[in-house]
């Protein structure tokens, strides 16, 4: 296999993972990442990657595709994380749409397959509308899902008005190593281990659907190499829980009593995430993830150690400030 791969925001969570999927291919990617407080260099520690630190929505884009001519970009570039967006949305708006507006424009003058990272919560709350397939209706609640949701509606006006090849693919909530604190697995293991306090929101009966990084990241390579222009490939986990039960599976396998906090629901909060796919892969059993992530993150303190900062030790979100 030839094809020259560009990573955009592969010094991420969800990026990393892909890019070590590459890297255990035989594969050599280029990294694309501005690293900002969740995009970091040593999340691609052991894995053979060429880096050029950028914003995907500057020029300096175009510079390194000119230069690199990729066959295949992917995009995991995102800011992600809900709480952050109620905060600040205007910075959701210039990554998460803007950015991908440069990519979608950069496809048409240099001809390469792109393969946009999207999310379940772009359908919205399936507690309301039900379990979703790629032909249902874009509901968004935060945001963050409405950025993601307008970059995908973005992407399909040019596949049908320009014809590049480009496509989406949408997982479901995703859990496993060197992914940043604020997010609930590592935010729980981490403070567990310290013996802090964990904040839930509301009665923690918000229900979400988990997938291991891992098959994220070799379901994605599989799809970058096979998916088809102007398709939506949901990647669901099914693993549907309750926050609170994600927390209490956490705490049997870190065999330690966590000190829990129920706090004021965020507002616009979806009680459940659910989609429903036309493509067949292979998921780690959940469990057995939860313990594979947790013994991450016990052998890897050296990692999130220096995370630790202001906005870790809040029990509250900034958006409620």
């Known amino acids: 296999m030839g ?10 969570f969800i990026g990393s993972a892909v890019v070590n999927e590459l890297h255990v291919r035989g594969i050599k990617p280029l990294v694309f990442d501005k690293l900002t407080y969740a995009g970091r260099i040593e999340n691609l520690i052991n894995m053979d990657y060429q880096f050029i630190r950028g914003d995907i929505a500057s020029k300096e884009l175009e510079d390194t595709i000119k230069e690199f001519r990729p066959d295949i970009v992917i995009n995991l570039a995102a800011e992600t994380h809900v709480d952050r967006s109620i905060q600040s949305p205007h910075d959701f708006l210039l990554t998460n749409v803007m950015g991908v507006v440069n990519i979608l424009e950069l496809s048409r003058k240099y001809d390469f397959k792109f393969m946009h990272i ?3 919560e772009v359908y919205g709350d399936s507690y309301q509308y039900g379990c979703a397939n790629k032909y249902s209706t874009l509901r968004p609640s935060s945001p963050y899902s409405a950025s993601k949701a307008s970059a995908d509606n973005f992407l399909n006006a040019y596949v049908r008005t320009y014809g590049i090849d480009a496509f989406i693919a949408r997982p479901s909530n995703n859990f496993g190593p060197r992914q940043f604190p604020e997010k609930l697995v590592p935010k729980t293991i981490i403070r567990g281990l310290l013996d802090m306090v964990i904040p839930i929101y509301g009665d923690g009966s918000q229900k979400r659907d988990w997938i291991y990084v ?4 070799r379901i994605l390579v599989d799809l970058s190499i096979n998916g088809k222009k102007g398709e939506i490939y949901n990647i669901p986990g099914k693993k549907i829980i309750s926050n609170l039960e ?10 330690i009593k966590l000190k829990l906090k129920y706090v004021k629901d965020r507002p616009g909060h979806d009680k459940e995430y659910c989609m429903e796919t036309d493509i067949n892969y292979e998921t780690t059993e ?8 947790i013994y991450w993150y016990l052998n890897n303190r050296w990692w999130w150690q220096p995370l630790l900062n202001d906005y870790f030790f809040r029990e509250n979100e900034p958006w409620e400030k």
């Open 3 to 12: 094809e020259k791969f560009l990573v955009l925001g592969g010094a991420g």
């Open 118 to 120: 999207s999310t379940d």
């Open 214 to 217: 891992e098959d994220t990241a």
């Open 246 to 255: 994600l927390v209490k599976i956490i705490e049997k396998n870190l065999n």
């Open 286 to 293: 959940f469990e057995e993830g939860i313990k594979k992530t």
